[in-house]
């Protein structure tokens, strides 16, 4: 499949959770413009994503977030070869958003048509990158992110192998759910990265939950973990870095343990980082010192929820032929295979 040379620039459009996100993307690999509206901020004082507002406030900007990702591109939408929409998983509500605006434009102005699955976007960030000439099959994936934990073999373009994942909470929901009880700022995951480098990763001795057999996690336990041994101390007194770092180390060592199990089993020519976790520096760290194989991964503006991954991966759908029909239904809780 890398031998089809064929052209494509995707306007693609990503609102699966708490981002209201488009770009155009070139070939599979060219960011022409990646507008991210974060709605953060707005979800803060919930500490989560509160799904009616999160998909109330795409439906407010996705015009012009659409908008402002065909102008930075210098593009009208006759340029654009195919639009490009995040179909699952996600929320529905905020899915249907996205989807409903793709194929709006694409009735509009006769358009092909894709819906993408969100995991394979986060998997297709990395031909984003400068590493894109490097990439070679077979490649291990973790995909780490607030709904995910997944290792997946990939041996051609679309062509996956789920070899395991998360059986309870995802590892960015493990930080998120920490990062609450230690009373951090909501996103959980980058505060617990910031505040983790003051602390004492030995302080506390977490629960690693690396089962002996197979390339599965479990990181609910660790979550529990931390609740109670914060119980022992008083709110006031809480050795918050302490506790961040120690968290962080013992879900970084679960992840590292069975990636290299899995990049030793395979004979990958290396991993890939994807998803908002993989935006944590000492995942980031650990997995380059421990691993046998090059460890990649995206800028930290690619980890994280965007619509230029959604426009990657589509880019090997188009070229290979595939097209959707309008009537494409949101699948909330899509599986990648
Ligand atoms: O990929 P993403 O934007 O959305 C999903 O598809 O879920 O990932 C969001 C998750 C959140 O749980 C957030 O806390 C986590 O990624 N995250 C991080 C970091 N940056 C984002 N976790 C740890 N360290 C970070 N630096
Ligand atoms: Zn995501």
């Not at 230690?182 to 990763?201: E, Q, V």
């Not at 899995?262 to 994807?274: I, K």
Request: charged share 20%; net charge negative; proline share 4%.
């Amino acid at each position: 499949m890398n031998a089809i040379k064929q052209n494509s620039r995707i306007l693609a459009i990503e609102t699966s959770c708490d981002e209201t996100s488009a770009a155009v993307v070139e070939d599979g690999r060219t960011i022409l413009s990646n507008i991210i509206a974060s709605q953060v901020d707005l979800h803060a004082q919930f500490g989560g994503v509160f799904p009616e507002v999160a998909s109330r406030k795409h439906v407010e900007v996705i015009h012009a977030v659409v908008q402002q990702a065909l102008e930075e591109a210098h593009m009208g939408l006759d340029d654009i070869d195919c639009i490009a929409v995040t179909r699952g998983p996600g929320l529905v509500g905020s899915l249907l958003v996205g989807v409903n605006m793709a194929k709006g434009l694409a009735l509009a102005r006769n358009k092909p048509f894709l819906g993408i699955n969100h995991i394979e976007g986060h998997i297709y960030s990395l031909w984003l990158t400068e590493y894109v000439d490097e990439i070679e099959f077979p490649l291990l994936t973790l995909v780490v992110s607030g709904g995910h934990t997944e290792l997946y073999l990939m041996t051609d373009h679309g062509q996956y192998q789920h070899l395991g994942g998360t059986l309870d909470d995802a590892a960015g929901e493990a930080f998120d759910k920490v990062g609450r009880v230690l009373g951090l700022p909501f996103p959980g995951g980058p505060a617990i990265d910031k505040l983790a480098p003051s602390g004492s990763a030995t302080a506390f001795k977490f629960p690693r939950a690396v089962m002996e057999d197979g390339y599965n996690f479990s990181f609910s336990g660790l979550k529990t973990a931390v609740s109670r041994q914060i119980k022992h101390f008083n709110k006031t007194k809480l050795p918050v870095e302490d506790l961040a770092a120690s968290f962080q180390t013992a879900v970084v060592e679960a992840l590292v343990t069975k990636t290299e199990r899995a990049a030793s089993a395979y004979g990958v020519t290396a991993v890939h980082l994807a998803g908002g976790v993989s935006a944590n520096r000492e995942l980031r760290r650990t997995m380059t010192e421990q691993l046998s194989v090059p460890v990649r991964y995206p800028p930290p503006i690619l980890c994280t929820d965007n619509a230029a991954m959604i426009g990657a991966a589509a880019h090997w759908h188009f070229v290979n032929g595939h097209r959707d029909a309008l009537n494409l239904d949101v699948i909330p809780s899509l599986q990648l295979i």
